[in-house]
């Protein structure tokens, strides 16, 4: 069985976008794959999180994982923290890259541009604990949203690097793209990624948002003043991240939902999306209240945590070896 590996970082609750272009997917693909999915909590931190709140989004990610369908019989699910080799071949992978690889991740680069003060180093190498991640795995997948592509690519040139100069050792890892919803658009302003870090609240939607609080967003989403239902991208960027929501929860092509609601009002169509979303968020908090009321979370995390280190220490231990860091006592 091939093997799959993907990450979240829960800087905040998890939203709608995470759910669509990643989340969703793990669990369609936990039946054809052995499915590895983690908290990256070591890559919250590269920007300060209040403590009390990072916590709390720790383990809400786990519950959300779950209540999303992922099962921890299936999937192994774990905390970054959890297993120690992350951090260690993290540092040996910053070892092994270029400073003008990471000065050209546009994740680094919109930052900085930006004029951000006090971005940290950790920031900085953030792809290569990104890479560790993925190589102490031999995965041989990561689905990801489109924004991760980049650093799956960068892991995939590190990986070629190490196995070039130390000999065959990692298994050079694809970024698994989904052709419909790996970008979600923020519902306020369709030019930018729904993120969980936008400054008002009203473009992303969260998976733990009240079921009327999500409703009214997809209400108010931005649209534009065209008036006609079809799909152009370009001109009409929010009608079309709407029917994109649509066509991802209901499973329909977007050109099958433009059929249905071509001549009517947007409000219509927006009332569709709406339903979609909010009985997509009923299933996943009923599920998500079950699984916090019966605090299975600390037995998944260290049945999962358990079974990763079995794997990842190995991988770290052989990387050791090949690199002439130990030292062989007869
Ligand atoms: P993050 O929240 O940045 O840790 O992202 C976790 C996963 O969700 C990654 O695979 C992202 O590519 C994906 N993701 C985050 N935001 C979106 C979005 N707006 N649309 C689609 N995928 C997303
Ligand atoms: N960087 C990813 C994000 O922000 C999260 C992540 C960390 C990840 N390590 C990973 C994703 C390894 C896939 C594989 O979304």
């Known amino acids: 069985m091939k093997r799959m590996l993907s990450g979240i970082k829960p800087t905040g609750q998890l939203t709608l976008g995470n759910y669509i272009g990643a989340l969703r997917n793990f669990v369609k693909y936990q039946d054809d794959y052995e499915m590895i999915v983690f908290i990256a909590n070591l890559h919250c931190i590269t920007e300060y999180q209040d403590p009390e709140e990072l916590r709390r989004n720790l383990t809400d990610a786990v519950a ?8 921890p019989k299936k999937a192994t699910i774990f905390l970054q923290t959890d297993v120690h080799a992350h951090a260690e071949l993290g540092y040996i992978m910053a070892c092994n890259t270029y400073l003008g690889e990471l000065n050209r991740m546009t994740q680094f680069k919109d930052k900085s541009q930006k004029g951000e003060k006090n ?10 604990l990104m890479a560790a991640d993925i190589l102490l795995y031999d995965a041989n997948y990561v689905p990801v949203g489109e924004d991760q592509k980049q650093h799956v690519e960068l892991t995939r ?18 970024p698994l793209i989904a052709q419909v919803g790996a970008r979600i658009m923020s519902l306020s302003d369709p030019s930018k ?6 400054e008002s609240n009203k473009g ?14 997809i209400m108010s989403a931005v649209t534009d003043s065209i008036g006609i239902i079809q799909l152009d991208k370009e001109n009409q960027p929010g009608l079309y991240n709407l029917i994109e ?4 929860l209901t499973g329909r092509s977007m050109e099958d939902i433009v059929k249905e609601f071509e001549g009517q009002g947007y409000g219509k169509l927006k009332g569709f999306v709406a339903d979609a979303v909010c009985d997509e968020l009923a299933m996943i908090q009923e ?3 079950q699984i916090i009321e019966s605090r299975q979370i600390e037995e998944v995390l260290s049945d999962g945590a358990a079974r990763a280190s079995a794997i990842a ?4 231990e052989n990387v050791k070896k090949k690199i002439g860091l130990e030292i062989k006592y007869q």
């Not at 971005?119 to 290569?128: E, N, Q, R, V």
């Not at 040139?157 to 694809?174: H, I, M």
């Not at 990624?193 to 936008?198: A, D, N, R, V």
């Open 313 to 316: 220490d190995k991988t770290l």
């Open 64 to 71: 959300l994982y779950i209540a999303c369908g992922l099962d």
């Open 287 to 289: 599920r998500y209240n």
């Open 193 to 198: 990624k729904m993120s969980k870090s936008e």
């Open 245 to 248: 929501i649509g066509s991802a």
């Open 119 to 128: 971005m940290t180093a950790g920031l900085y190498t953030y792809p290569c």
């Open 204 to 217: 992303c939607i969260y998976l733990l948002d009240d079921l009327k609080a999500a409703r009214k967003k």
């Open 157 to 174: 040139d590190l990986a070629q690097r190490f196995n070039n100069k130390y000999g065959d050792t990692f298994v050079v890892p694809e």
